[in-house]
């Protein structure tokens, strides 16, 4: 599977990164929103793991943008935050994102939890 990982941290971000890598996944990074646009478009991933508080354009504004656009409305997007009571999981679910994850990640399920939603979304 083909995963982007939009994470401004870069110990979150090289830990997601890591345990995807170890289950086989090609995975590429971006550490904000605008440079996770071109990564986008130009490596067209199955998946997006996707942090909500970035500098710049938040997750959520990332978010409503690809949903908007027909070329990658598809891509299922798996949003994670430290802070969950900023974002109550039906309106991170109403504004289209896939699946919901606090931090902190549990590695051991991440891998399973990004199959989950690649399946649901092409099955």
Sequence with gaps: MNVLVIE??????KLMSVVLKMEGHVVHESASAESAIDAILTTTPD??????????????????QLKANPETSGIPIVVVTAFPESYPREDL????????IAKPINTRQLPNQL??????RSG
């Design 8 to 13: 401004d941290h870069p110990t979150d971000r």
């Design 47 to 64: 998946v997006i793991l996707l942090d909500l508080r970035l500098p710049g354009m938040d997750g959520m504004a990332l978010v409503r």
């Design 93 to 100: 679910l109403a504004a289209g994102c896939d699946a919901y």
């Design 115 to 120: 199959r989950e939603v690649t399946e649901r």
